[in-house]
């Protein structure tokens, strides 16, 4: 068995060629190592004809930090696992995994080199019709059919223990949950918003509702979530959209990957005006980042809804009563989740390229107050809301107070 090591060019070649079918015996082939995300190494393998594939290798340590920043290597298993799952279920929006080591911790994934990331995509003011579509589809796919509607008792406890992943948990409980409401040393905060952020501190009122939603997130396993489902995890082009990525998934409370997506849109619907200076431009983003919201979570809930009276196997949880419930309880821990993710891409460590590409550091804190005060209103009110519509003239009331 080989002992793990960190790859270089080299062995990335090696890597793709030993596992990959796509490649003749005669190829020429050359990497490049191009991630720049957070945590861990990327290579593209290309040949000379232009085949090429993806080598995703795991640090024993976060890439953005450093070795002071330890982390398990196991998530290249969790990665690979949950994008085999997800695969299974919604094979058409999920990057397709071609092989696995686990000694490794080496991915070999399908090149998506025909797509663009959705949040430079955003971020240049493009559109995309089918992007709440397909995401709707992804997540009500994925997260029905690996829910106690689908799985027994105990296949569902032995999927919970398949997909046990403290560290990368860890991340999201402190970077959600904890560092934006306390002056933690990893939080990134531009000094022009510092006093809006000091008053998160001292928010009790809002810090007990953040605790629910974290208490939630430690103990509310309903499906296999993503886990990370930000415009960065997107691969979009005009035919088709591709989720990647999946190393913080775990057994979670679903409205975590629905709010994660909706409140990155969120994000580049606050910035449009600062990004566009053209103001017919930057509502036309607007406009569609709203409706995209809008369809997400209609199409979302009924595809939910949908399987839920058509495919639950338990016949407990086969009354409709029930169902609605549940559903409603998805839409309220969306929301607030949303709420979160606001909020700690604003003042937390991992910002996003939405808010700090805004040259104009005015603007940029006029933004960011305003990612803060929609965050903190929708995590206060996702009890109170009635539905998706009432939502979205709440983020609308904000903006137009703020501007
Ligand atoms: C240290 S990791 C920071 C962030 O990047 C990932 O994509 C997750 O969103 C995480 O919170
Ligand atoms: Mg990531």
């Not at 060019?9 to 991630?35: N, P, Q």
Request: charged share 20%; with cysteine.
């Amino acid at each position: 068995m080989t002992d793990y090591r960190i790859f270089n060019t080299t062995d990335a070649i090696h890597f793709a060629d030993e596992h990959s079918e796509l490649f003749g015996d005669h190829s020429k082939l050359t990497a490049e190592e191009f991630g720049d995300g957070n945590l861990n190494l990327v290579f593209r393998v290309v040949n000379d004809k232009g085949t090429s594939v993806i080598v995703k290798q795991a640090l024993p340590y976060a890439r953005c930090v450093g070795e002071s920043w330890p982390l398990s290597t196991d998530r290249a298993r969790i990665e690979a696992e949950v994008l085999q799952t997800h695969g299974r279920f919604c094979p058409e929006h999920t990057v397709e995994v071609l092989y696995f080591d686990r000694t490794l911790s080496a991915i070999l994934m399908e090149d998506l080199k025909q797509y663009e990331i959705l949040r430079t995509a955003l971020v240049k003011g493009k559109q995309f019709s089918k992007l709440a579509e397909h995401v709707a589809r992804y997540l009500a796919q994925s997260l029905f059919y690996t829910s106690d509607f689908v799985l027994t008792g105990p296949a569902k406890k032995a999927a919970v223990a398949q997909f046990i992943n403290p560290d990368l948990c860890l991340i999201t409980e402190d970077l959600f949950f904890t560092d934006p409401y306390c002056n933690h040393e990893r939080n990134n905060i531009h000094s022009l918003i510092l006093p809006r952020a000091r008053q998160l501190w001292q928010d009790e009122e809002l810090q007990a509702e953040v605790a629910v939603l974290k208490a939630d997130f430690l103990s509310k396993p309903q499906a296999l979530l993503h886990g990370d489902v930000h415009s960065g995890s997107i691969f979009i082009n005009s035919g088709n959209t591709k989720l990647i990525d999946a190393e913080f998934g775990y057994y979670g409370p679903i409205g975590f990957d629905c709010g994660s997506f909706i409140a990155n849109l969120l994000l580049n619907y606050i910035a449009s005006p600062a990004l566009f200076s053209n103001t017919e431009q930057a509502a036309a983003q607007q406009h569609y980042l709203l409706t995209q919201i809008s369809d997400f979570w209609s199409s979302f809930s009924q595809q939910f809804t949908q399987l839920m009276a058509t495919e639950t196997q338990d016949p407990a949880l086969q009354n409709s009563r029930y169902q609605q419930r549940f559903m409603h309880s998805v839409f309220v821990d969306t929301i607030g989740y949303a709420g979160c993710e606001l909020i700690r891409r604003t003042v937390g460590l991992a910002h996003v390229a939405d808010l700090d590409k805004i040259t104009n550091a005015n603007q940029r804190a006029a933004c960011e107050t305003q990612a803060i005060e929609l965050g903190r209103a929708l995590i206060m009110a996702r009890e109170s809301v009635k539905d998706i519509a009432a939502v979205l003239q709440l983020v609308s009331d904000i903006a137009t107070t703020s501007n």
